[in-house]
Structure formats: structure tokens, C-alpha cells
């Protein structure tokens, strides 16, 4: 299994975004100025530092991750996935409360689902998308029923392939064996994903005024209330995370 750059199964279960084989999806589907959507939440799938994993407050207050920048970075703990907050802070108290991966590494499937939900503020099964991502992906050793984590692009393929599962609660307890039987609707996916080059291309497509005055993109992270709802990571350690291998990918809603 692979969690570059880091040798080992990740320190923490929750940490299991996998990192591709190949890049030839990010060269062959770039983001460009002609294929940018505007305020859009952004999938990020990135190294995940011990520095992210306590959120400090500012002097005013504003919860920051890694404040002291790049250099400030020490140890790599696994790989995670986030979603990046659009402008206007449409994300809800209660999505932040929903969305909660719990113990397993269903990073992948959560991010893309809260960032679905911002699209059609609809709440969705994120565990139907992290077993299909699994199926999907390029490694045999990921199934639907382990703990196992899976890749930004695999999940983003689902999504415009098949769409997504609306999330109801006499499902809360359904296993995997269970969220096979769901139906997914092309209704709820995306038409196309592409990938982000640059920190610029990441604010461009925010559209968030409140990351351009901090030189920094607000996090949703998906370990419930344990975590702040929205917190802060600097532009330049962005910049760093995607050089290190990163997957920022930038959906088109249907």
C-alpha cells in the first residue's frame, strides 16, 4: 500500500487517502482559464503533517493550521482528503456535524461528499462513494468492508460515471454489503473534474474573498465537532502539498 511519502501504514487510521500510480490523469485533464468553474468547493488530497492535526487560533480569533508556513512542517502522518470551502461560507453547522468518517479511512469518500453537498445542498451517503471508489481504484488490495483508503480520482470517476446516493437515515447502520444494493443518481454527480496547477488557479475558482485577504484556503475536514468547522491553511503550504504529490481537483456540477 502506498502512502508516500511516508513507508508505512499511515499513524492514524483516519489518514488513508492513497496516492495514484501515474499522473496522467493531471496532465491529460488540467484545470484551465476556459474550463474554470467559479464558486465551487475544491476536493484537495494531500500529505497530512502532524502540524494539521491541532488548529490554533489567531490573535483574532481565526482557527489556522501550520501558521508559521512551510518551514514550520515536520513529520507526515498519512495522506488525507479535504474539501475547500467557496465563498460565502455555504457549508452548515449541521454538515459539519454529519459529516464525520469516524475511526476509518474514509477520507476520500467524505470529502467529496460534503463538497457534493455544497453543490446541491443535499446530504449523501459518503460511505456508498468510498466503497465504489475502492472497486473502482487501481489497487487490489482496497475492497468495500476494509479500512483500507482509497484515491482522490478514483471517487471523482464515480461520481461522473455513476452520480451519488442521497443520504437517508434508516441506512445509518447499513454495512457495505448492505450499501451495495443503493442506487446511485447521475442527477448527483458531476459532469467533468479537472485538476488545479497552481495555488492561484485553487483561489480563482474558491471565489472566496476571505482566502484572498488571509493568503490562505479554509478547510472542511471530516472529523465532526472534534475538529473546528472551518479552519485555515496558509498559501504557501498549499503550494508545498501540491508540489509534494498532491490531487486538487475542481468539479463541474451537472
Known amino acids: 500500500m502506498r502512502y508516500r511519502p511516508i513507508d508505512r501504514d499511515p499513524d492514524d487510521e483516519r489518514l488513508g487517502r492513497f496516492l495514484p500510480d501515474d499522473w496522467r490523469h493531471v496532465e491529460k485533464y488540467p484545470l484551465t482559464a476556459t474550463s474554470r468553474p467559479a464558486r465551487v468547493p475544491v476536493v484537495i488530497g494531500v500529505n497530512w503533517y502532524a502540524e494539521f492535526d491541532r488548529p490554533r487560533a489567531d490573535r483574532d480569533g481565526v482557527q ?145 474573498t476571505r482566502a484572498d485577504e488571509l493568503g490562505a484556503v479554509p478547510i472542511l475536514n471530516s472529523w465532526g465537532t472534534g475538529y473546528p468547522h472551518r479552519v485555515w491553511l496558509p498559501d504557501e503550504v498549499l503550494d508545498r502539498l501540491m508540489r509534494e504529490d498532491g490531487e486538487i481537483a475542481v468539479p463541474t456540477d451537472r
Open 64 to 208: 489556522f493550521v501550520a501558521r508559521a508556513g512551510a518551514k514550520s512542517l515536520t513529520r507526515v502522518r498519512g495522506g488525507h482528503a479535504v474539501c475547500l470551502e467557496p465563498g460565502g461560507e455555504p457549508d452548515r453547522e449541521q454538515w459539519w456535524k454529519f459529516y464525520d468518517q469516524g475511526s476509518e479511512g474514509a477520507c476520500v469518500g467524505f470529502a467529496w461528499s460534503r463538497c457534493m453537498t455544497i453543490l446541491n445542498e443535499e446530504l449523501y451517503s459518503a460511505r456508498w462513494l468510498w466503497d465504489r471508489a475502492k472497486q473502482h481504484d487501481q489497487w487490489p488490495e482496497t475492497e468495500p468492508g476494509d479500512s483500507n483508503g482509497t484515491s482522490c480520482r478514483a471517487a471523482a470517476e464515480v461520481l461522473a460515471s455513476a452520480g451519488h446516493v442521497d443520504w437517508a437515515d434508516s441506512n445509518a447502520d447499513d454495512d457495505h454489503i448492505e450499501r451495495s444494493d443503493y442506487v446511485a443518481d447521475a442527477d448527483d454527480g458531476i459532469k467533468v473534474f479537472r485538476w488545479a496547477q497552481s495555488v492561484d488557479d485553487v483561489h480563482a475558482v474558491l471565489g472566496n
